[in-house]
């Protein structure tokens, strides 16, 4: 082995061989598990929620594929309309051309080279971070098959009734010129105007005021309302007003659902523009006046001085003629939430237009009953209650959109306008038995991303047809994915798969928190904050030569201040990682949370951690080499202790890989790998390898060698590269046959030696002792210590007597002995080990009156910091002002300089003794 763990080569050599050897693809084993990966836009490129997202997805498949299941992690991208069209229309406006001068097939023509040659980054991306995913099996949302499957639930859909076209509200991007799904748009609040608006009473008596933050679309107004509770306004329910600056007629109605806190109390009624105001004018059967064009310019249904008009150019003018008329009342900065459209950044506005719809009710009542009779099950167990709370409030489904690139809606018109539906024209002719001389035109629509991604657990299988695949592989076992699109995409998965399987397409759902920064701020780059992972994986250079390392902060066009900052606090510079280092660290950030903060100071942790067992292998291999391992030879108290140790380390990483909780299972191996193995058995075995007999030497390097390996197999779901690159090196020694690790069994859970744990428990609490005194009296590692036992049990004896080599040899003990229990111990300093005292000889160690005064300053600078600290908590201008993670760290602060004044004392009393 190499003497430095080198993560970029040996990454580098390992994931082509496992992928061209097929250890990927699911083998012939009867019991399945199966995940599906959320399917990332082609457009897209791996960012840290993808890549915190594949690191639990990939933990579970290596693991069931070592637990013998035929292992199958589907993998694909989905077309992603409006980004992809985003992105190619783009492209041809770079080369002086666009869509519609290229016409329909021959931009959808485009669109495909743009995917065949730059599309399917993130799936490059994957492979770097060591996906085990089924690439032969890759799919695509437009593929021709998984096309065929979103036609034939379409037409079956539309043939049930459970699909048809209607004219309703919806989300509208009037750049784009598209419907968007709520999850398409992103509503922030930002600073606007709340104006109050006279409306003249017919009976020429006064005026109501109404007060909007929309003023442009009070040309739409078919009513204003009231609340029937709000005694202000009683007398005007019924009555008629004359709307400003049209001159038609609107009612005053009374309803339940207008807030008498909002405003004057009096809200205009707008059913074309606003979602709540639509059903509203439902429920009191209220004319609907669309008074916008697709662009979101006034039309023809307003005023002539307004139509034409951009929609904010016409609120300025009706604003300005309000003012005129004397019909404005007041104008107030107001804050509000304004929804943009994620890809146009346009404002979007409701619009009553023609889409397609699913009806959603018949098919959100078996997805209900699904999870509450428990055949899905969400874990953490609280996201049913979210997915119940959308489930039973849910809405019909507007599938259609205004776009080009798409599965296009299979619906043809005839020249009266009937709708004629089918798998192709053929098809829908037959079905309405239309000859071929009926003029048909098909719909321009294409469906909404998320009706295909709805498909996505069985159309990948091979369905409609019933492959072996899809016979094996569905239900699927989980869904690993953000509580963001419970909403979007599980709900509906669950319904179709029901529908169209007659099962559900998983049987658990596991919602993982959303990664943020160091100090919990959502990743934007705008921040500044943005992480790229393989940055993280490969390393960067900040210009000119300085390399970013950072506490969140990796995107190369860093906000001023933060590269200030970065410079600064990393003059150093950073490597690489490797790829190891970062799952792991997704690992142990795999909490129940709803939030998790990511912090550049864990990676490198657990960069270290790999430099620790690539050490403590070559130490293994290297004590090992050109010596017989036999596993016969009696085995010491620290070979049983480690081998039991071991056990538990196993069954708890079982368990809580089960139990999806892969922070806590990697926290296990963490500890047992480092502290246990390396920092104690390691050290334990030194000893005995130098001046034990054949026997105890041949039974230690079978436990260094075998210890060692069965860590590696239960790590490897977690670090595949670094197990791989290991564990091929331990085959020769113990003789263990296999191509690789990852089709190696994991480790199965074995007894335990409660004994050997207690006694080497005992020697390890003693060492501790021994060493803590050390630690604090500023005594070098290497100087022999004189110790003295003192009061302590019978067992405390015979573990003394029975460790005396291990004791003196790791503890750098000169000598030592049992002291009467009446014993004067001035002079010694003393460790507690339940009834035992630990006793140190201060004699020729320190000199003491030296040592108290270098405690005593150090005291009094602690006592210091301590003082400020707590004054500065005690500031209630502080701790209501500063943001809660600057309180956060100052109570860090406080309680580490608590820590350092109690051990400083402590220290202090013992060399006055």
């Not at 809580?656 to 920092?679: P, V």
Request: with cysteine; glycine share 6%; net charge negative.
């Amino acid at each position: 082995m190499k003497n430095r763990y080198e993560p970029a080569s040996i990454e580098a050599h390992w994931y082509p061989r496992w992928e061209q050897a097929g250890y990927f693809a699911s083998g012939m084993q009867e019991q399945p598990y199966t995940i599906m990966l959320p399917p990332p836009n082609v457009t897209g490129s791996l960012h840290m929620g993808h890549a915190f997202q594949n690191t639990i997805m990939d933990v579970l498949t290596r693991f069931h594929r070592m637990q013998g299941d035929a292992t199958v992690w589907q993998p694909g991208m989905d077309h992603a309309g409006i980004a992809t069209q985003m992105v190619v229309e783009r492209q041809l406006v770079q080369e002086g051309t666009s869509r519609h001068d290229l016409g329909r097939e021959k931009f959808v023509k485009a669109v495909w080279d743009w995917k065949d040659t730059s599309g399917g980054t993130i799936a490059k991306q994957m492979r770097r971070l060591g996906a085990s995913v089924d690439w032969k099996h890759d799919r695509f949302t437009m593929d021709e098959e998984l096309s065929k499957a979103v036609i034939k639930v379409f037409v079956d859909l539309y043939h049930e009734g459970l699909i048809y076209r209607g004219k309703r509200l919806v989300n509208w991007d009037p750049v784009l010129h598209t419907a968007l799904s709520d999850l398409e748009v992103i509503s922030t609040e930002e600073s606007g105007h709340l104006w109050h608006i006279r409306y003249p009473r017919v009976d020429g008596s006064g005026y109501v005021v109404v007060a909007t933050t929309r003023p442009e679309t009070m040309l739409g107004d078919t009513a204003v309302a009231v609340n029937p509770e709000d005694p202000r306004y009683t007398n005007l329910v019924g009555l008629e007003l004359e709307l400003p600056l049209s001159g038609r007629l609107i009612p005053v109605i009374a309803d339940s659902h207008v807030d008498i806190e909002f405003g004057s109390g009096c809200v205009k009624i707008t059913p074309a523009h606003d979602f709540n105001d639509y059903e509203m004018g439902e429920r009191h059967k209220l004319p609907v006046i669309n008074i916008l064009n697709a662009d979101a310019t006034i039309n023809d249904s307003a005023p002539p001085p307004y139509q034409g008009l951009d929609r904010f150019a016409a609120r300025q003018q009706i604003v300005k003629d309000l003012d005129a008329a004397g019909l404005l009342e007041k104008t107030e900065p107001h804050q509000l939430m304004i929804p943009r459209g994620d890809r146009s950044g346009a404002v979007v506005e409701p619009y009553l237009t023609d889409q397609w719809y699913v009806k959603i009710a018949p098919l959100a009542k078996p997805a209900i009953a699904a999870v509450e009779s428990g055949k899905i099950r969400f874990v953490p167990e609280n996201w049913t209650k979210t997915y119940f709370d959308w489930m039973y409030r849910i809405e019909d489904w507007c599938i259609s959109r205004q776009l080009w690139w798409g599965h296009r809606i299979p619906a043809w018109y005839d020249t009266d306008g009937n709708i004629h539906v089918g798998v192709d024209e053929a098809d829908a002719r037959h079905r309405s038995g239309l000859s071929d001389d009926v003029s048909l035109s098909r719909d321009e629509d294409v469906l909404d991303t998320w009706f295909s991604s709805a498909l996505w657990p069985f159309s990948t299988l091979g369905w409609p047809q019933q492959t072996p695949r899809l016979e094996k592989h569905y239900p699927t076992n989980v869904l690993v994915t953000g509580f963001d699109i419970i909403f979007f995409w599980v709900a509906r998965m669950i319904m179709m798969g029901l529908k169209f399987m007659d099962d559900v397409p998983f049987h658990e759902v596991y919602i993982h928190g959303l990664i943020r920064d160091a100090s919990g701020q959502k990743m934007s780059k705008s921040k500044g904050n943005v992480l790229d992972p393989l940055d993280l994986i490969n390393g960067i250079e900040l210009e000119p030569l300085v390399k970013k390392r950072t506490t969140g902060l990796m995107q190369p066009h860093m906000a001023p201040e933060i590269e200030k900052a970065t410079r600064r606090d990393f003059p150093d510079g950073i490597g690489a990682f490797g790829c190891d280092a970062l799952r792991f660290t997704f690992a142990t950030l795999a909490t129940n949370g709803r939030d998790i903060r990511f912090d550049l100071g864990r990676i490198e942790g657990n960069r270290n951690f790999c430099n620790k067992l690539w050490n403590a292998a070559r130490y293994v291999l290297l004590s090992t080499a050109d010596h017989e391992v036999q596993s016969t030879s009696p085995a010491s108290a620290t070979d049983r202790w480690i081998m039991s140790r071991l056990q538990r380390m196993i069954a708890e990483v079982g368990k809580h890989i089960d139990g999806y909780r892969l922070d806590l299972a990697s926290q296990r191996l963490y500890e047992f790998i480092w502290n246990e193995y390396c920092d104690w058995y390691l050290e334990l075995s030194k000893p005995v390898l130098q001046t034990g007999s054949v026997e105890e030497q041949n039974a230690t390097r079978y436990t260094l060698l075998h210890v060692l390996e069965c860590s590696l197999r239960s790590l490897h779901p977690f670090m595949p590269f670094i197990t791989e690159e290991i564990w091929q090196r331990l085959k020769a020694p113990l003789a263990i046959e296999g191509d690789s690790i990852m089709l190696q069994p994991f480790p199965e859970a074995g007894d335990t030696d409660q004994q050997a744990e207690d006694d080497i428990g005992w020697l390890q609490q003693v060492l501790q002792g021994i060493r803590n005194i050390r630690a604090e009296l500023n005594v070098a590692p290497g100087k022999l210590l004189d110790i003295a036992f003192q009061a302590g049990t019978a067992s405390d004896r015979q573990h003394q007597t029975e460790f005396a080599g291990l004791l003196q040899s790791l503890g750098k003990i000169s000598s030592s002995q049992w002291l009467d229990d009446d014993a004067d111990t001035t002079g010694y300093s003393v460790a507690l080990i339940a009834e035992l005292k630990v006793l140190v000889s201060l004699k020729g160690l320190v000199n003491i009156e030296d040592e108290l005064a270098r405690l005593g300053r150090l005291l009094d600078r602690e006592l210091a910091n301590l003082k400020r600290s707590e004054a500065k908590l005690g500031n209630n201008r502080f701790v209501e002002n500063a943001p809660p993670e600057v309180v956060e760290q100052e109570h860090q602060r406080l309680a580490a300089h608590q820590a350092k004044v109690a051990g400083l004392k402590t220290q202090l009393e013992q060399l006055k003794v």
